[in-house]
Nanobody, 123 residues
């Protein structure tokens, strides 16, 4: 059983920065990959970034490369998504996700979801 508790997000002007956090509570010591997905109103949920459970390799969707950084603090059991140079098109509900796949970028591979946190970027 895994519980994902999200925090952060909010409202920012274009060009600004925000950080969202995902605290991972696991009952069994299993290494999970953690990813961020986002869903804008009326659109499908899409992959943003992921960090593997072993080795901490990272993957990003092309839209956010160079602007977003995913990282994990194992001591705090938290995964962060630092978002810089935000654009209005980044506005969405952001969801933390965990799964056993080494490269977690497909929704079908997600085993657990966080509750979602809103990120709004004004122009």
């Amino acid at each position: 059983q895994v519980d994902l508790v999200q925090s952060g997000g909010g409202l920012v002007q274009a060009g600004g920065s925000l950080r969202v956090s995902c605290e991972v509570f696991v009952r069994i010591n299993t290494r999970f990959s953690v990813a961020w997905f986002r869903q804008a109103p009326g659109k499908e949920r899409t992959f943003v970034a992921a960090i593997s459970g072993i080795g901490s390799s990272t993957t990003y969707t092309e839209d956010v490369k160079g602007r977003f950084t995913i990282s994990r603090d194992n001591a705090e059991r938290t995964v962060y998504l630092q978002m810089n140079n935000l654009k209005p098109e980044d506005t969405a509900m952001y969801y933390c996700a965990a799964g056993r796949a080494r490269n977690l970028f497909r929704i079908d591979d997600v085993n657990y979801w966080g509750q979602g946190t809103q990120v709004t970027v004004s122009s």
